[in-house]
């Protein structure tokens, strides 16, 4: 009815700048006049709809899909009337957390039967924050919050959003793949205050029954790769050994021989070094980073030999069980050269802490790439030190990330290139004035700007939720040598592989 309006309203004027002699024509013209205007309405509509406007970090990390601030397509169970549950959560003067299960908040605990370990559990948690709290801040959002489920055997992060239309709402989604008794806990961390920590008052107790602990997979799930979304939970060797005593050694990875990572949506299949040998001999790797990707990449170069990871006093061993020697640039060079025995590679290292504030640095050490061999594997750290001075702008940071891999990926058309993200939180704790909140927006950044550009992502941030710590004892018990934990180093050296086994 409103575009008959509007063409009879068109058809209807006389134009005194034109001669039309008869009623058709004039239908003509307006009908062609009509039609192009809908077209540049539809073509503007187009256009704005697809502009990068909004520079929105407010990404929930670990979920890598998620652009828009929204919860996964899969997150369902989050899918229900809140009304029904603001008079219960609303009126405390403390934040709220709890499990809301098959429809229900869980206000007391809770029993469920996993119908099969491999399928889990989809439960939803709910969140309020008082504004007591958030002081209505325009600043406070998701990326203030820590969420996570635990038990005596499992470590799992749930990443949350704001609840649309609920103010002081958010809800997160997890699967939960292990008869264990689950608890939630919560940190809210606030710029400039002390952190906030709360448990959840009640207890979701998963239980598996024979003949579901003897139920086999349909079928097994792809091992990851670098287009996978791997997000998952810290689970207790001992504990998963007593459920899977078949499988963990061959499927999965050892952590201090205490926790292993267990992905939900793929397998983390351990590469061997028979594997990795495939995969490295007699390449000519060019890396750019910090003292954490020296370490990976030392680690990778050496095969782990026990030369670098001898065992030292026994308090030592669980905090910092391998020590490797500073990186020394070449004379002639601003690369440090390690040529590998192990896979007849060589390593050309050139370490920078600051990715982007040392211009003069990049072009001394781009321009000398002429005087070592070409690359088959360039690698871009993203240092942890970037996220430390919250003052500097994230859009900034995005438009300087993009500028800079848009040049690597210009001086090295023929390479694979991976950009590495900042280490786990939880191993940056000893940088002064870290913050978590900085931490996951840098973090989304990367991710965003290294899939936007078509480069290969080199994520060891997903290993965030084991509360990992660097003492000082391990950043400074030597001027002239670096201490690392051996099994984190392997860990991520693992992901580099899963990627790189993947996509050659």
């Not at 406070?140 to 470590?155: D, E, Q």
Request: aromatic content about 12%.
């Amino acid at each position: 009815m409103l575009f008959k309006r509007v063409f009879n309203f068109i058809v209807s004027r006389q134009y005194a700048c034109i001669s039309l002699k008869s009623a058709p024509q004039r239908r003509s013209l307006a009908f062609v006049a009509f039609s192009s205007l809908c077209a540049l309405g539809l073509f503007i509509l187009i256009c704005f709809d697809s502009l990068d406007l909004d520079f929105d970090f407010s990404v929930p990390v670990l979920d890598t899909k998620n652009t828009e601030g929204v919860l996964h397509p899969k997150a369902d169970v989050c899918n229900f009337d809140y009304s029904s549950i603001e008079d219960i959560v609303r009126d405390r003067s403390k934040p709220y957390i709890s499990f809301f299960v098959d429809n229900e908040l869980v206000v007391k605990n809770k029993k469920i039967a996993l119908e099969n370990a491999f399928i889990g559990k989809q439960i939803c948690i709910i969140i309020m924050i008082p504004d007591s709290i958030t002081n209505n801040s325009d600043d406070f959002s998701n990326k203030n919050i820590y969420a996570r489920v635990l038990s005596n055997n499992v470590y799992k992060i749930i990443p949350v959003v704001s609840v649309p239309n609920y103010e002081n709402f958010y809800k997160g989604i997890g699967i939960l793949y292990y008869p264990d008794d689950y608890s939630l806990s919560l940190t809210i961390e606030l710029p400039g205050r002390k952190d906030i920590t709360i448990m959840s008052e009640n207890i979701l107790r998963l239980s598996l029954n024979e003949e579901a602990f003897r139920k086999e997979p349909n079928e097994l799930l792809p091992i990851c790769n670098a287009t996978s979304e791997i997000t998952g939970q810290w689970v207790s060797g001992y504990f998963y050994d007593s459920l899977r005593p078949l499988t963990r050694h061959s499927e999965f990875l050892d952590i201090d021989n205490e926790f292993i990572f267990i992905p939900d949506q793929c397998r983390m299949k351990l590469i061997t070094p028979a594997e990795q040998l495939l995969l490295l001999e007699k390449k000519i790797i060019h890396a750019y980073g910090d003292t954490f990707l020296w370490g990976s990449l030392y680690g990778i170069e050496n095969g782990y030999k026990l030369s670098w990871c001898e065992e030292k006093e026994q308090k030592l061993i669980l905090l910092c069980s391998c020590n490797f020697p500073k990186p020394l640039l070449s004379k002639d060079t601003q690369f440090v050269n390690i040529s590998s025995s192990v896979f007849e590679s060589s390593l050309f290292f050139h370490p920078i802490d600051d990715l982007l504030g040392r211009k003069i640095l990049w072009k001394v050490a781009l321009k000398q790439t002429s005087r070592i061999p070409k690359a088959d594997i360039v690698i871009i750290s993203v240092s942890n030190n970037i996220f430390m001075d919250s003052s500097k702008s994230l859009q900034d940071f995005r438009i300087k990330l993009k500028g800079l891999l848009l040049n690597i990926k210009e001086i090295y058309p023929d390479s694979d290139i991976y950009v590495r993200t900042p280490e786990p939180f939880s191993l940056s704790r000893h940088i002064p004035d870290i913050s978590r909140i900085r931490y996951l927006q840098t973090r989304d950044v990367t991710i965003n700007v290294t899939r936007e550009i078509g480069l290969y992502l080199w994520d060891v941030g997903i290993f965030d939720g084991k509360d990992w710590y660097m003492p000082d004892q391990c950043v400074k018990k030597s001027k002239d040598q670096l201490w690392f934990k051996r099994d984190v180093v392997k860990l991520e050296s693992q992901l580099l592989f899963h990627s790189y086994h993947n996509f050659n």
